[in-house]
């Protein structure tokens, strides 16, 4: 069964203490993902862009993401769409998340991790 997980339901369960801990060792750990990522990026007939992230993988853990962006910057939020949690047997869907939240607390967070 796929989990959604928007904005609000993020924002409930996510723990700065622990994002920050799992985001430095996946820091650490990235340099030796088996598949490197690729971001695909195309300008729009629109006043924006599509970006693609592809596969953001960390060595020990049996899954993988895909995150899909739209993004305009006139628009409020400017950036919007979903990354995608796979399964890494079989590749089910497994959960589907709002990729501004989680773009948003990574970027913070590493901005944290880098000035500490």
Not at 7 to 12: F, K, S, T, V
Not at 27 to 40: D, L, N
Not at 71 to 99: N, Y
């Amino acid at each position: 069964m796929t989990r959604i997980l928007a904005h609000r339901d993020l924002i409930a369960l996510l723990d700065p203490d622990a994002c920050i801990e799992a985001l430095r060792e996946g820091f650490v750990r990235s340099g030796a993902a088996a598949v490197p990522g690729q971001r695909i990026r195309t300008d729009l007939p629109f006043p924006g862009t599509a970006t693609a992230l592809i596969p953001g993988l960390l060595p020990g853990i049996d899954a993988y993401t895909v995150k899909v962006n739209a993004k305009f910057p006139g628009a409020r939020p400017a950036l919007r769409g979903v990354i995608c949690l796979h399964s890494g047997q079989d590749g089910e869907l497994l959960a589907l998340l709002d990729s501004a939240t989680v773009t948003a607390w990574r970027t913070g967070l590493a901005a944290a991790l880098g000035t500490h």
